[in-house]
């Protein structure tokens, strides 16, 4: 497959029928487009908003007038006329964007995808709104240009968008809506730099890593006879965010918080049996997120090193007392430029002759073969004997499709819409073992560690790698 950017004029994409019936056809078939909005944003659904025609530069949606969006009074109705009106400008903006997917809409599977953003709104309610509201948003085709080449060129796109509101031929209210909109590359640029990392770039880094240590923070709520690990760390590290987050993808997918038990449980075995195996060893955790687990676990001969963007890292300093355990380091890396060998190694205190305990959770599945090529690559350069990488990775046919299971299915949907997408998967670790000269020590599905049939707990797996 053909995998290389295409590099069409902007001006040409803008005006050409062609390009505006594939995007069309692509992005906005208007009823599953409806579904997507109203399953991102529950509200929408409640009033039963529905989009209605999108051009190029123009969209159009409608609020229907039903029980839950009827006027009783202006402060009922006007902020769901705002609501209504802020997704069609959004529209109108995102139809510049030949085939761009919008994070959170979109299900999007690479750095093309963009994020857009409501910066500041006003609207004016000319009269009550008595029947069903038509919002129209209109972007002038002499400012198409200058946005569409912004955005392709990677910079922040800001700009104000005039929605009217009618019901029938009646204006009823107008609004003005300033957005701004970026694609990833662009958001991404200081991503390696605290201070000016943008901050929706910071915040969309933490989610995922929030949605699973929210899904640990449920296994919480369990009696303490039922729950399978115990992790007093994970509901506050959660936070309100990781929590919601966890519940809103358990509806989709109820399977996920067991495999992430099943993952915990797993994974603390294995690394409690090797603390027990040596008399001192390293852990080098691989995108640590917020992960707990040595601050939970009481192993004591362990030298840990905590691999992760500077801003993930910054999370962890602010939570944890680190002069309660001096064991414990913070190492900046970003695993797409950096080989972990050579950051490991200008590290005074790391020890590369020790063994050494790899672990690379929720990690294997969000990365290209080259990057994964260079972890494994600089991995086994510092992988004495007696060491060996630990990760989980789901199956090629969950990152195809292929499963046939709805539930699995929901989940890479849920995940491409948040802008994390899952691009790797293995068939047979063998492959990769071979590869890089190592032996599988065991390869097991969650499922089987949690005593658990359904099918779905094959497509995610752990296994443990040693050095010849
Ligand atoms: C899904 S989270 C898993 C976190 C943790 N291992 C756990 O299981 O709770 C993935 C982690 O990888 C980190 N990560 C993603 N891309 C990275 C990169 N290019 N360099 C370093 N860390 C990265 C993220 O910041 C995040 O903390």
């Known amino acids: ?79 769901l006329m705002l609501l209504a009106a802020e997704y069609t400008g959004g529209l109108a903006l995102t139809s510049l964007f030949h085939l761009v997917p919008i994070i959170g809409f979109w299900p999007s599977i690479d750095n093309n995808a963009g994020y857009m953003w409501g910066a500041k709104a006003s609207i004016k309610w000319l009269t009550p709104s008595c029947h069903n509201l038509t919002c129209k948003a209109r972007i002038e085709k002499d400012k198409w240009e200058g946005l569409a080449k912004r955005f392709a060129n990677s910079n922040k796109v ?34 390696f730099d605290v201070e000016k990392i943008d901050l929706l770039y910071a915040h969309k880094t933490k989610t995922t890593a929030k949605l699973i240590v929210g899904l640990r923070a449920i296994e919480q709520e369990k009696t303490v006879e039922k729950r399978r690990f115990d992790d007093p760390y994970a509901f506050m590290l959660a936070g309100k965010h990781g929590i919601t987050l966890a519940r809103r993808f358990s509806i989709a997918t109820p399977q996920l918080q067991n495999m992430v ?36 676990l009481s192993i004591e001969n362990a030298f840990i090193y905590d691999l992760d963007l500077p801003v993930m890292l910054n999370e962890r300093k602010r939570i944890f007392d680190y002069s309660k355990k001096n064991t414990i380091r913070n190492i900046e890396i970003d695993l797409e430029i950096q080989s972990i060998d050579t950051v490991l190694r200008e590290i005074n205190s790391f020890d590369p002759s020790l063994p050494t305990f790899f672990i690379w959770e929720g990690g294997s599945m969000y990365f290209r073969d ?92 752990f296994c443990i790698l040693r050095g010849e």
């Open 158 to 191: 800001v700009v104000t968008i005039p929605v009217k509101m009618f019901n029938g031929e009646q204006l009823v209210a107008v609004a003005d809506f300033t957005y701004w909109a970026q694609d990833i590359n662009g958001l991404k640029r200081n991503a």
């Open 1 to 79: 497959m053909y995998n290389e950017p295409l590099y069409f004029n902007t001006a040409f994409l803008l005006h050409s029928i062609d390009a505006w019936e594939q995007d069309r056809k692509e992005r906005f078939n208007l009823t599953s487009l409806t579904e997507s909005f109203h399953e991102s944003v529950p509200a929408l659904d409640f009033i039963d908003w529905q989009i209605t025609a999108v051009e190029r530069g123009y969209a159009e949606t409608m609020l229907p007038l039903i029980p839950n969006s009827s006027n009783q009074y202006i402060a009922h109705q006007g902020p």
């Open 261 to 296: 038990a099943a993952r915990t449980v797993h994974l603390d075995e294995a690394v409690i049996q090797f603390s027990q195996e040596k008399s001192t060893f390293n852990v080098v955790n691989i995108g640590a997120g917020y992960d707990c687990r040595f601050w939970r």
């Open 370 to 461: 080259e990057n994964i090529d260079t972890i494994f690559t600089s991995i086994i350069k510092i992988m004495p004997q007696g060491s060996c990488i630990w990760f989980d990775y789901v199956s090629a046919a969950l990152i195809e499709d292929t499963t046939g299971i709805k539930e699995v299915e929901n989940f890479t949907r849920n995940m491409r819409k948040m802008g994390e997408p899952f691009i790797n998967g293995y068939n047979d670790i063998s492959v990769l073992a071979e590869k890089y000269h190592l032996t599988i020590q065991q390869d097991i599905h969650s499922g089987t560690v949690l005593d658990i049939e359904e099918d779905i707990y094959k497509h995610y797996g």
